[in-house]
């Protein structure tokens, strides 16, 4: 009877076998999940010992087989300061040609003062080739109380880093003043430029009204030019026809009033009314 009852209540060999292989399994899962944390505590350990090793080797790989920097050539720069532009490259002769990295070169020259726009040319020979198109002050703009730096366009020239052999540049240049004065003046100075002689004495010109310009000579004489595109540009000529016979943009002037085609009216000191000679009347056409 003890016998049949433990034969009855003994397990089978597949619940037996089942219940083996739960705890081998069990087992298993521990033994790897201890395994997975000990490998990830020795990858977290190593990673920077690998990062040096991969780093050295691809620094020496870099060292005796990439080409190096043989030539850097600049093109288009007239005054731009050279020194900034080497300085922004962050590369010199010799250095590996492949580290070197075009799109931050190009955007650290962009932020010159005068570089309008930057083409740089890799070539794997070794040779780097910078060409650059700058923008040129043209004027110095007042406006609103504030001073702009301008190029011909009137489009604003940035003077950031600007160095003082570039500002010593910068005081030569002529000062525009007055709304819409920036876009105007390119027209203005083109004619002006055509009667060198004019032009030398010139050192602002102020926009009245948008429509006209006021020149203020280097003795302080101002010159009223008229509206009409055409007629400013016969009284330029003839203010340096005049110049030519008889001085007149030197002399103690103390306004020279050219808005009419067809009058010039002068005014002068009252103390030099007895010592200026007689010009004519009339300056049309030139």
């Known amino acids: 009877m003890i016998y049949h009852r ?20 069990h087992l298993l899962l521990s033994l790897c999940t201890t395994m997975c944390f000990l490998g990830i505590i020795w990858f977290c350990w190593t990673l920077p010992i690998i990062h040096e090793h991969i780093t050295l080797l691809r620094n020496q790989i870099l060292e005796t087989n990439t080409p190096r920097i043989k030539s850097i050539r600049i093109t288009g720069s007239q005054i731009t300061d050279e020194k ?18 075009i799109q931050r070169a190009s955007a650290q020259l962009n932020t010159l003062p005068f570089v309008k726009h930057v083409t740089i040319i890799r070539h794997l020979s070794g040779d780097i080739v910078i060409h650059i198109v700058e923008r040129y002050p043209y004027a110095i703009w007042q406006h609103q109380g504030q001073f702009t730096l301008i190029d011909k366009e009137g489009q604003n020239v940035q003077d950031q880093k600007i160095n003082n052999k570039e500002k ?8 525009v003043v007055g709304n819409g004065a920036n876009t105007s003046a390119a027209t203005l100075f083109d004619i002006l430029s055509q009667e060198p002689n004019v032009k030398s ?29 055409e007629e400013t540009t016969a009284a330029i000529h003839y203010l340096a026809k005049l110049e030519t016979s008889i001085n007149l943009l030197d ?35 030139g």
């Open 6 to 25: 433990y034969i009855k209540n003994r397990p089978s060999r597949i619940k037996l076998l089942i219940t083996r292989q739960t705890w081998l399994s």
């Open 84 to 101: 900034n532009i080497y300085h922004l490259l962050g590369v010199r002769v010799g250095d590996p040609l492949l580290s070197f990295n």
């Open 168 to 175: 010593a540049m910068l005081l030569k240049l002529p000062l």
């Open 201 to 229: 004495h010139v050192v602002a010109a102020v926009r009245v009204n948008n429509r006209r310009w006021n020149l203020t000579l280097n003795n302080g004489t101002i010159i009223l030019l008229p509206e009409i595109p």
């Open 251 to 285: 002399r103690p002037i103390l306004s020279i009033d050219m808005r009419l085609p067809d009058r010039l009216t002068i005014k002068i000191p009252p103390k030099q009314q007895d010592t200026l000679t007689p010009v004519s009347d009339t300056h049309k056409n």
